[in-house]
Nanobody, 119 residues
């Protein structure tokens, strides 16, 4: 039974930074971050494969950086120049075998960590 545990959320002022971490209990093909703002649908923020290939939502390009430590089954999200629009619950997600890239969804989800950006 795979578990994903997120940490690093909190309250920051606009323009500030936060670093999120997510540790999985097993090895994954890819991991990523999604977010869900109040009253809105969940959306993908950034993805990274075990080999280090990355994808970002247009809304965070140039501000957020996703990275991983595959040996530790851990993914990070460095968030800089935060905006109030970034306020959301951020969820770590993982794809164990690469099925996400075949049109499937993520296999595992964390419980989420709240990021609040004040103006």
């Amino acid at each position: 039974q795979v578990q994903l545990v997120e940490s690093g959320g909190g309250l920051v002022q606009a323009g500030g930074s936060l670093r999120l971490s997510c540790a999985a209990s097993g090895s994954m093909f890819s991991m990523g971050w999604y977010r869900q703002a109040p009253g809105k649908q969940r959306e993908v923020v950034a993805l990274i494969t075990k080999g280090g290939s990355t994808n970002y939502a247009d809304s965070v390009k140039g501000r957020f950086t996703i990275s991983n430590d595959h040996a530790k089954n851990t993914v990070y999200l460095q968030m800089n120049s935060l905006k109030p629009e970034d306020t959301a619950v951020y969820y770590c997600a993982a794809d164990e075998h690469g099925n996400y890239f075949l049109g499937g969804g993520m296999d595992y989800w964390g419980k989420g960590t709240l990021v609040t950006v004040s103006s």
